[in-house]
């Protein structure tokens, strides 16, 4: 039976996609105050980097929290299972209700580490790394992220291997590594491999089945939840068209909300890293990837881009948003 959090989540629940440089504690911040997900997941983080003491420093960075996020997930990766052991244990110590295993990323650094989604090809080792933070977890539950397959669709033949394996939750990604996000969601795939994941459980010991892929804001995935027969739905790129997504009740977002939000925003994303200058200022341009998000649908949304795409910090950026001005009628 699926511990921890699982167990209470009342279905079909939405939650937010893990994003390398996009869902982190201060987007969360966002989300929490202007939309919701049913659960936070971190952004994707190396298992060997918080295994190296230079290393670990940075990188907690991306695993600080609030309790207001609470159900979050923190995500690692790796392909050293010792490493995957010795992070699930410090994903505890930081109070994460629960840790997922990357198994579905298709960049090419992370491929060239046997880790992400290149373990669809190696089932032998994403097991030793599922025992591996199945060890190291103790009451926390463990999940695992992955795709339908690597270079083809390989779900009767990865699915058993991850349905047997124990596990609290599996997200299935909709798109083989090699479709990367050029395809359509293969939904339909996505509900073979939940029915492959039933056939293999009973019900008591069934993990929770998420679909991703495509899937725009809450309606939509409540919508597909129903049809395609999972538990939930996580929601990715769809932010980037609505910082609305996870809303409960829909409500249009004017230009005059953007540039609020993008405020807000950015004053979370100063409050990050305190005391960490260089690290505030290294990272600025991980906030730029947003401003398309915020400063868009007006006259004149274009050319304030071009100049907040040119600034060098987060003051910089204030003072143009501050002398903003939209029509509204």
Known sequence: ??????????TPFVAIAPMANVTDV????????????DVMWTEFVSADGLCDIRGREKLLHDLQFSKKERPIVAQIFSSNPEHIYQATTLVVSLGFDGVDINMGCPDKAVIRQGAGAALINDPKRAIEIINAAQRGAGKIPVSVKTRIGYS???????????????????????????????????WDLIKRSAEIIRSLNTKKTCPIILGNGDVQDRYEAVEKAKEFGVDGVMIGRGIFSNIYAFRKRKK?????????ILSYHISQFENMYIGDTSLRIKRYDYLKKFF????????????????????KNADEARKII??????TN
Not at 152 to 174: F, K, Q, V, Y
Not at 292 to 311: C, H, P, V, W
Not at 322 to 327: G, M, Q, Y
């Open 1 to 10: 039976m699926p511990k921890g959090f699982w167990k209470t989540l009342k």
């Open 26 to 37: 201060a987007f969360r911040s966002v989300l929490i105050k202007y939309g919701r997900p």
């Open 152 to 186: 083809r669709n390989d779900i009767e033949t990865w699915m058993p291997i991850l349905a047997e394996s124990n596990l609290d939750a599996i997200t299935i990604h909709g798109r083989t590594k090699k479709e990367m996000s050029k395809a359509p969601a293969h």
């Open 252 to 260: 249009e977002l004017t230009p005059l909300d953007r540039i609020s």
């Open 292 to 311: 398309k998000i915020y400063i868009s649908d007006f006259n004149g949304a274009k050319e304030i881009r071009i100049q907040l795409m040119n600034t």
């Open 322 to 327: 501050k002398h903003i001005t939209v029509d």
